[in-house]
């Protein structure tokens, strides 16, 4: 059943609204952050792909903001922060978290990320060990274990001559029919039954951005060796939150970044790529569970 | 209040591993070891008013995550009594508890302490802080720091006084004239929660292990450990780790000012538990262990390991099925049930968490047991270690287990807190439904309670106290169910409102057939078998033959029917003069040493019968003793029999014998006053009798299982 959405929907009332946000500039891009609640620590939500922003955190800020004080920022691309044309590397996204830490008085923070966002989080994790407490990793995308079968199958950069499953997920098609391609995704995405109110969400904040800004997103991913090597130089306490039905990632990625980091893993039988909006009160208590796991620093 | 001696310590739910001796400047102070998780923590006793069995809720459950260590105070339990006050010093019992832990080559560990304990482990943690990873201290005694609990200040204490009344017996001059009233009245004070009788008994118990002498040398003669409240400020200030502070509203001993005092002092956090007294771990133990697992898991983080948890509409309908050991007859009623349960929910998974022997009957079902079932105490054994010549002071036994209950309700609560089923089953848990009742924020399923009888009785002979005792349990039985009905979403009578006892709960406690009609579901009787069709083809393949008059006795599995066997073998001889065709086959079970039986005439002594409930449904007389589950398929398969209810089981004399009466089946012999003769006799006028027994319906498995499907 498709979405039938062509531009994006006025936000919704939100749960709670940010103590403080502002924006901060980096090469002249305008990145837009949001404070929520006060103590410690700090919780920074982290931007994952920019096909959504940091709205996708939504089930979570209201309950961790009771507890603790969240950071977000909307990633470039997406949002209300810039779109520039280019600058999409993993290395920019992770500048602009420092820049968004700096810019609130955020001298540490334990790092939540989804996704695409592990690469930024453990760029953090690994070469800014001193200011992350803690990093939880929410169906990483990174290219450890097996990839999905299908993923591997069609170009992303040739014109193809079908349009069929994951043929979408290619830069002529998101050219050509970007709508059709965000509900193909995010039905990828919650493969849960009953998800219409998650992919309604998430198609609309895809249609905050466009096409083309998704085509520059596509440069920038770390390979295989860096990740390794990061997981290596992180020494924050680490949690992997991998649902075992992921059909955007699959199951083994989460399950290998946590063997390569030590972390701690907890599978989520039956769940897809975005449990903590589809099973927002498990992932919230684990969230929670695991800052009260945390060594508390010396006051 | 009188409380009842107790001689024998109890059987435990879990023993030591290691245990030995500390020899400092002369006295010995003996330790155990449980477990060898890679955390340890050290449970400090508290003065020689009691000794390490205090903890005695705890070890099961904490050596299940932690290494344990504890040790018995000098003045106490194995650990030598010194003449000198000075043996007795405050730094003594915390030099003690270093020297217990290099004894057993632990460098760093939890230091847990109650009261002294909890005192004297601040102390190791602030002189020694290498050797302290956090401090759980409930209810601290740390001198000077606070004034003391005013109870104390009301008489002085080493003063001749002219009353004994309330808090004037804190003195060394009653404790010398009489320490069990002093304890008596003490713990009285110390455990304030109604329903503490059992509670109250331990620690009187253990007071008497030590004596008064060694209260006096060490809570009045023995020097102060420092000498004033600055010096007690600066001793918590100087504690760097983690520190928890418990203490109860309501306890009598010390004041939650001190408790305050040291949680701010240490930077410690405080629990504040009300409606609680001065000893949570006894009373609360389910509370207080959650705690202790907390805390140590907050300072030293287990391994991380996998975790699944499974989206709510992912999930396979299960059940966990708790089968109680005590009597095996549940076994074969609760498979019964299971299978009529999946009749209506075919997709039902259903695990079992049971003991030896009902997991010999499961296994040959093919049920899943739950492999946490081998963390389980042992019931059946320590109901077997309580009886004696056909003697079972059932509720007695039953009291004498409470470490063992709460034991394997740990057990059971770390099985449903990592996997979430949708219905509890408990027949005849008891574990399960008091700690239930006492925790109700633990319950996070359906639950269906199964029992067969209702209400505990006292036998006759066990005076005012035990009918005191009795009525005690039934009113908090009765108080949990008021207060707290969502915890039983459904309770099963296994059988009809005429087969519960006519009988009171006790004084001022209502009738135990109003009440539990109101309160409960009735299933008729289950059996777990279908009545034999064709006995005299049964007979044929049993090997029975016509003219034969075939006696069966079986005294069940344990070796309490040793004596029983004895006798009836006695009384063959003149049986057989009575019944010429007289065939005896005794069935002496796995406890029971068939040589050891006197060899007769016509009489066969066998170690164990396959199937024997198919020969109890062909026999022309079977003898027995009172429980439920065999005069039951007795009384079925309609079959004459004897039975002796054992003495001081309060089932057997009243639940059982009534209903028998009901279904008017059975004869009832006394073991006190039927010998050879009056058992010869019984054989033949019973033997091979037509009875007119009420018919025993066939629906009762059917008919539980369609009360508790209902919840799926």
Known sequence: MAVELTAPPPEQTRALYPDESGYVERDGVELHWEVYGSGEPTVFLLPTWSIIHSRHWKMQIPYLARHCRVLTFDGRGNGRSDRPETGYEEQEFAADAITVMDATATERAVLVSLSLGAQRALLLAGEHSERIDGAVFICPAVPLGEPLPERTRYSWEEELDTDEGWAKYNRWYWLRDYPGFLEFFFSQMFTEAHSTKPIEDCVGWGLETTPETLVATQNGILDEGHIRELCRQASCPILVIQGTGDAITGSGRGVALAEETGGELVLLEGSGHGPHVRDPVHVNLLLREFLASLPRRPA | ?712
């Not at chain 2, 102070?29 to 449970?43: K, M, N, R, S, W």
């Not at chain 2, 109604?194 to 009187?204: A, G, L, R, Y």
């Not at chain 2, 504040?272 to 006894?282: D, I």
């Not at chain 2, 907050?298 to 050991?325: E, M, Q």
């Open chain 2, 1 to 712: 209040m009188i409380v009842a001696a107790g001689v024998r310590e109890e059987t435990r739910a879990r023993y030591p591993d290691e245990d030995g001796y500390v020899e400092r400047d002369g006295v010995r102070v003996y330790y155990e070891v449980y477990g060898d998780a890679p955390t340890t923590f050290l449970l400090f006793p508290t003065s020689p008013i009691s000794h390490s069995r205090l903890w005695k809720a705890q070890i099961p459950d904490l050596s299940r995550h932690f290494r344990v260590l504890t040790f018995d105070p000098r003045g106490n339990g194995r650990s030598d009594r010194p003449g000198s006050p000075e043996a007795y010093s405050y730094w003594e019992y915390v030099a003690d508890g270093r020297a217990v832990l290099e004894a057993t080559g632990t460098e760093e560990a939890l230091l847990a302490g109650l009261c002294d304990g909890g005192g004297w482990a601040l102390a190791l943690a602030a002189t020694h802080p290498a050797a302290a990873l956090g401090v759980f201290a409930i209810a601290p005694l740390v001198p000077r720091l606070t004034p003391p609990h005013p109870n104390y200040l009301l008489y002085p204490p080493d003063v001749p006084l002219d009353t004994d009344e309330g808090w004037a017996k804190c003195n060394v001059h009653y404790w010398r004239r009489d320490y069990r009233g002093f304890l008596e009245f003490f713990f009285a004070q110390q455990l304030p929660e109604p329903h503490s009788t059992k509670q109250i008994e331990d620690c009187v118990r253990w007071g008497l292990d030590g004596g008064a002498e060694s209260l006096v040398l060490a809570d009045q003669e023995a020097p102060s450990p420092w000498a004033s409240e600055e010096d007690a400020r600066a001793l918590c200030s100087r504690v760097r780790c983690p520190v928890l502070v418990v203490h109860g509203d309501l306890d009598a001993c010390q004041t939650r000012e001190r408790a305050t005092a040291v949680a701010e002092l240490t930077r410690g956090r405080l629990v504040a538990l009300e409606g609680a007294g001065h000893l949570p771990q006894a009373r609360h133990p389910v509370q207080v262990n959650g705690l202790l697992r907390e805390f140590g898991e907050s300072v030293a983080p287990p391994v991380p390991k996998v975790r699944t948890w499974t989206r709510a509409l992912n999930r396979r309908r299960r059940a966990l099925y708790v089968s109680s050991p005590i009597g095996l007859g549940h076994a074969r009623r609760d498979v019964a049930i299971a299978k009529e349960l999946r009749k209506l929910h075919p997709d039902l998974e259903i695990d079992w968490l049971a003991q030896h022997p009902v997991t010999a009957v499961l296994e040959a079902e093919g049920e899943r047991i739950h492999p946490a079932s081998a963390l389980l105490a042992n019931e059946s054994a320590h109901i077997e270690s309580e009886s004696a010549e056909h003697d079972l002071h059932a509720f007695q036994a039953i009291r004498r287990m409470d470490e063992i209950l709460v034991a394997n309700f740990m057990v059971f609560f770390d099985v449903v807190r990592e996997e979430p089923y949708d219905l509890w089953i408990g027949d005849e848990a008891w574990e399960v439904d008091y700690y239930l009742h006492e925790n109700p924020e633990l319950k996070s399923s359906a639950y269906v309670w199964l029992t067969d009888f209702v209400g505990w009785l006292p036998m006759e002979d066990g005076g005012e106290r035990e009918s005191f005792v009795t009525t005690d349990y039934n009113a908090e039985m009765i108080e949990h169910i008021a207060r707290f009905p969502r915890i039983r979403d459904r309770a099963v009578f296994v059988g009809n409102p005429d087969d519960v006892v006519p009988d009171s709960f006790g004084a001022e406690l209502p009738g135990i057939r109003d009440w539990t009609e109101q309160h409960y579901d009735f299933a008729g009787y289950v059996t777990g078998f279908e009545p034999v069709a064709d006995r005299e083809k049964l007979r044929h393949e049993l090997g029975y033959g016509p003219g034969e008059q075939v006696c069966i006795v079986t005294v069940g599995g344990s070796g309490v029917g040793a004596h029983l066997l004895r006798r009836v073998v006695a009384a063959l001889p003149e049986a057989r003069r009575h019944v010429p065709a007289l065939r005896m086959i005794v069935v002496a079970g796995p406890r029971i040493d068939p040589a050891s039986l006197p060899q007769h005439d016509g009489l066969e002594v066998r170690a164990y019968v396959h199937d024997l409930y198919r020969h109890l449904a062909a026999c022309d007389l079977a003898i027995v003793q009172g429980g439920l589950t065999t005069a039951m398929e007795l009384t079925a398969n309609r079959r004459p029999f004897l039975y002796f209810p054992l003495r001081h089981h309060f089932e057997q004399n009243f639940h059982v014998r009534h209903r028998l009466q009901r279904y008017g089946a059975g004869r009832c012999m006394d073991f006190e006053t039927d010998g050879p003769s009056e058992i010869a006799a019984a054989i033949a006028e019973e033997i091979g009798r037509e009875v007119d027994y009420r018919p025993v319906e066939t629906d009762g498995a059917a008919r539980a299982a369609k009360l508790i499907a209902e919840l799926l």
